[in-house]
Nanobody, 127 residues
Framework: QLQLVESGGGLVQPGGSLRLSCATS????????IGWFRQAPGKEREGVSC????????NYADSVKGRFTISRDNAKNTVYLQMNSLKSEDTAVYYC????????????????????WGQGTQVTVSS
């Protein structure tokens, strides 16, 4: 059974940092692209970042470029999202998702192209 479990969320002050983890099981992470998405209260879910299988190429939403870094450790079956210089507008529930697409290509953070989803972890940026 394919599973993704997010962790690492919490309350942080503006300018602070958090590292989210997406622990996967039930499939070989090497062959899957992983994306991070978020949904703020009253807003639609949006793509944040993705890292493709095979070459590990990355992609970021403009709103997080230069602040967030996605990485993967296939040996640990885990993908990370390092979030620095957090802003209040980063407050949201963060989800990771998996797709077998984009092997060898730059991934896209389009939620309809991701097949498997975690339950989410809350990130709150507030003073």
């Amino acid at each position: 059974q394919l599973q993704l479990v997010e962790s690492g969320g919490g309350l942080v002050q503006p300018g602070g940092s958090l590292r989210l983890s997406c622990a996967t099981s039930g499939f070989t992470l090497d062959y899957y692209t992983i994306g991070w998405f978020r949904q703020a209260p009253g807003k639609e879910r949006e793509g944040v970042s993705c890292i493709s299988s095979t070459h590990g190429t990355t992609n970021y939403a403009d709103s997080v470029k230069g602040r967030f870094t996605i990485s993967r450790d296939n040996a640990k079956n885990t993908v990370y999202l390092q979030m620095n210089s957090l802003k209040s507008e980063d407050t949201a529930v963060y989800y990771c998702a998996a797709t077998p697409r984009y092997a060898g290509y730059v991934c896209r953070i389009l939620q309809f192209e991701y097949d498997y989803w975690g339950q989410g972890t809350q990130v709150t940026v507030s003073s």
